[in-house]
């Protein structure tokens, strides 16, 4: 450990639960799954896309912190971070598979060109990489509070299968909120490396996501048409009122994750998770319900 003032705090759940992704997807589902709005079904699916590349260098970045890192504590965190970020990118190819084979294969090209971009961003120091992991983890919780907060108004009538997905994904990613803020405060804690950090792993990610979006919008012949500008401003407006403040807090010098409280339905869902019967599928999410509840 390289930081000798770094002292573990207890994170806010009690465990980092290891999950079965086995959402069966439909082979026919058809891209725009949220019914009449083409803009935001394909802002979640160009965010989809980034997982395949963002969350193995997530994993690659907190395993070589695990060698720097003495804290057995931590050391735990970060396994169950890492075996939580492996089962999500691995479900998003699944379903990044489907969108390429039901109208998008142009996302190869995006595809190649992220492989490339976190292959560069490896090379960094491990104190620029975590800062990276940390900075897009603090954005995330901005993004989970959003997600599971305003599931109604962004889902409601939505495929319940892939909004069940992004939903369990953002369960998850409040489960481990605290873990690679904790990995850059153990490895370095430096202030200004973290507010780059932030930056970085935030803009970098919902840019090559909008790229996504763009590449898709650009296939269905709509992307020029006013009305489409006018969503996708729309879309990042909603996307920077609520994920913005997240940002704002995790710039000043005293974040820390334990800060941001985590919703009542995140905290309701893990606990009705524990009552699901081992081996059983994980029901999915009524979407048609207004109160969209637990699926336990
Ligand atoms: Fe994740
Ligand atoms: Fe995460």
Aim: glycine letters at 8%; aromatic letters at 14%; hydrophobic letters at 40%.
């Amino acid at each position: 450990m390289n930081n000798p003032a770094y002292k573990y705090i207890p994170k806010d759940v009690s465990e980092i639960v290891n999950r079965d992704f086995a959402f069966d997807f439909p082979a026919d589902l058809d891209p725009v799954w949220i019914p009449g709005n083409r803009v935001r079904s394909h802002f979640f699916n160009g965010l989809s896309l980034t997982m395949p590349y963002l969350e193995p260098f997530l994993m690659r970045t907190i395993s070589k912190a695990k060698k720097e890192i003495t804290d057995k504590e931590l050391l735990a965190d970060m396994t169950g971070f890492n075996q939580q970020e492996g089962n999500h990118y691995k479900c998003h190819i699944r379903f990044n598979d489907i969108l390429k084979a039901n109208g998008y294969p142009e996302f190869e090209a995006h595809e190649k060109r992220m492989f490339e971009s976190y292959a560069r961003l490896s090379k960094r120091s491990l104190r620029s990489q975590l800062a990276y992991t940390a900075g897009f983890e603090s954005m995330t919780n901005g993004f989970t509070t959003w997600l599971i907060t305003k599931r109604a108004a962004l889902f409601g009538g939505a495929s319940s299968h892939v909004t069940s997905f992004w939903i369990m994904h953002m369960v998850e990613e409040t489960e481990h909120k605290t873990v690679a803020y904790d990995a850059y405060m153990a490895y370095s804690g430096e202030y200004w490396p973290r507010v780059i950090g932030v930056f970085r792993g935030s803009f970098h990610l919902v840019g090559l996501g909008i790229i996504g979006m763009l590449i898709a919008l650009k296939k269905d012949k709509v992307l020029y048409r006013p009305g489409t500008i006018l969503k996708v401003l729309g879309q990042l407006l909603s996307f920077s009122v609520n994920v913005g403040p997240f940002l704002i807090r995790a710039l000043l010098p005293g974040f820390n994750p334990r800060d941001e409280k985590d919703p009542q339905w995140m905290k309701d869902w893990v606990k009705g998770y524990k009552t699901l019967p081992d081996g059983e599928l994980i029901p999915l999410l009524d979407t048609r319900n207004p109160a969209m509840p637990v699926p336990f």
